[in-house]
Nanobody
Framework: QAQILESGGGLVQAGGSLRLSCSVA????????MAWYRQAPEKERELVAL???????TYDDSVKGRFAISTDDAKNTVYLQINRLKPEDTAVYYC????????WGQGTQVTVSS
């Protein structure tokens, strides 16, 4: 059984918005933090947004002010609201714990056209 299932990606024009969802098959409030990562073609996977169990959110500088991470503990779901998308945001987006503990999901593809 998959531990993580991401959804919500798609093809959007620059300036558009998406809301990504991540369903976790475990109680997320047992982990120190949940995070969204992304991997662009031929690049390393990078952490872009993190939220601690206490609700403190931090972001990579490249997405600060455009991305917002949130959780619904009752649904064991993590969200990533992405606004003002840029072509350089094109990547497969994954969620996991921070530090990484769960098996990686398939991710959800976000493609931004200019």
């Amino acid at each position: 059984q998959a531990q993580i299932l991401e959804s919500g990606g798609g093809l959007v024009q620059a300036g558009g918005s998406l809301r990504l969802s991540c369903s976790v098959a475990r109680s997320i409030n047992r982990f120190k933090g949940m995070a969204w990562y992304r991997q662009a073609p031929e690049k390393e996977r990078e952490l872009v947004a993190l939220i601690t169990r206490d609700g403190v959110a931090t972001y990579d500088d490249s997405v600060k002010g455009r991305f917002a991470i949130s959780t619904d503990d009752a649904k064991n779901t993590v969200y990533l609201q992405i606004n003002r998308l840029k072509p350089e945001d094109t990547a497969v987006y994954y969620c996991n714990t921070d530090p990484v503990y769960l098996n990686w999901g398939q991710g959800t593809q976000v493609t931004v056209s200019s």
